[in-house]
């Protein structure tokens, strides 16, 4: 892989508009939900943002086995920055563990070339029609999709369930985006906030 480490992150980020937390133990949604669905919620996000780090150090490990010489310590410098967020995020509780902060300390890492010197904290998403063409952790489509995305990657659903989201069936979603993935594009890593079903 011999394009630019930077090029590929600042492409990524491009055009990605974030804005105001959903998964923090302060948020205030509309309905307020019980400690017990928070503690919950959190571990959700928790377990789905340690799946998703250590799917983004997979796709470095495989790209550096194809790279050399400064492109191959970069994707070593990037390796090593994951395998410290994964460290960490594994010894976090559920009341510990903050979105907005995972997804600011992965901003160094992934390069922030868009000028943007505070990114505030990822808002949730909203996708009328979606579904999967494969049980996830995987792509999630959608209509309207295009080719230069937005791409989201499921790592978490409600209750854990990955058969939850079954192939061929529509859904109405609500994605918490949990940190951006490396991709000439926007793309990023979601957990499924709350799903209801369109049409089978």
């Known amino acids: 892989m011999k394009r630019s480490f930077m090029w590929q992150v600042g492409m990524a980020l491009a055009g990605v508009a974030v804005a105001l ?4 133990p302060g948020a205030s949604p509309a309905t307020t939900p019980t400690p ?3 503690a919950m919620w959190q571990s959700e996000c928790l377990q789905a943002t340690v799946r998703a780090l250590e799917m983004e150090r997979q796709r470095y490990a495989d790209w550096l086995q194809q790279a050399s010489g400064d492109q191959a310590a ?12 994964l460290a960490k ?7 510990e563990f903050r979105i907005a902060e995972v997804y600011r300390e992965m901003v160094p890492v992934l390069g922030n070339q ?16 979606a579904w999967v063409e494969q049980t996830p952790p995987g792509l999630l489509f959608y ?5 230069s995305g937005p791409f989201y990657t499921v790592v978490g659903v409600p209750g854990g369930d990955f058969g939850a ?20 594009f926007p793309s990023f890593y979601v ?4 799903l209801g079903v369109v049409k089978k």
């Open 36 to 38: 017990d669905a928070t």
């Open 143 to 147: 209509a309207g999709m295009s080719r």
């Open 165 to 184: 989201l079954k192939p061929g069936v529509h859904y109405r979603v609500v994605l918490q985006p949990l940190m951006p993935a490396t991709y000439p």
């Open 191 to 194: 957990c499924i906030k709350e």
């Open 21 to 24: 937390a959903a998964c923090a």
């Open 89 to 95: 995020d594994r010894g976090l509780t559920p009341d």
């Open 114 to 129: 868009q000028g943007q010197d505070d990114i505030g904290e990822p808002q949730p998403i909203v996708l009328e029609d």
């Open 74 to 85: 970069s994707y070593r410098h990037t390796l090593a920055y994951i395998d410290a967020a």
